[in-house]
């Protein structure tokens, strides 16, 4: 089993940053993949990004493309995700949620059908 716990979210004025962290515990192996979804009001669970084990592979949302940067750092069993240019739109909660499948261009990475294990999220609320 992997437990991840979200941490970073908070309020932030529009513009602002935000680096949301994943940490994982329990019986890991680095090579699993990692995706952040997020959830507004009234919204549906939307993909945001994912990356690989080796982090050579990534797939971010249209929506955050140039904005939002992901990264891990197995040594810590840590994801992290760097929210800039925040707008009130990327107001949710923030989860990550892990699977041991390789990722790939053919893999359903963007449903939340495709992970395995989940955080319990985090709140980001972007003021206008």
């Known amino acids: 089993q992997v437990q991840l716990v979200e941490s970073g979210g908070g309020l932030v004025q529009a513009g602002g940053s935000l680096r949301l962290s994943c940490a994982a515990s329990?019986?890991?192996?680095?090579?699993?993949?990692v995706g952040w979804f997020r959830q507004g009001p009234g919204r549906e669970r939307e993909f945001v990004v994912v990356?690989?084990?080796?982090?050579?592979?990534?797939y971010y949302a249209d929506s955050v493309k140039g904005r939002f940067t992901i990264s891990r750092d197995n040594a810590k069993n840590t994801v992290y995700l760097q929210m800039n240019s925040l707008k009130p739109e990327d107001t949710a909660v923030y989860y990550c949620?892990?699977?041991?499948?390789?990722?790939?261009?053919?893999?359903?990475?963007?449903?939340?059908?495709?992970?395995?294990?989940w955080g319990q999220g985090t709140q980001v609320t972007v003021s206008s």
């Open positions: 949620a892990a699977d041991y499948k390789a990722l790939n261009y053919y893999s359903n990475y963007d449903s939340y059908h495709w992970y395995t294990y």
């Open positions: 329990g019986r890991t192996r680095s090579s699993y993949a």
């Open positions: 990356i690989s084990g080796s982090s050579d592979t990534t």
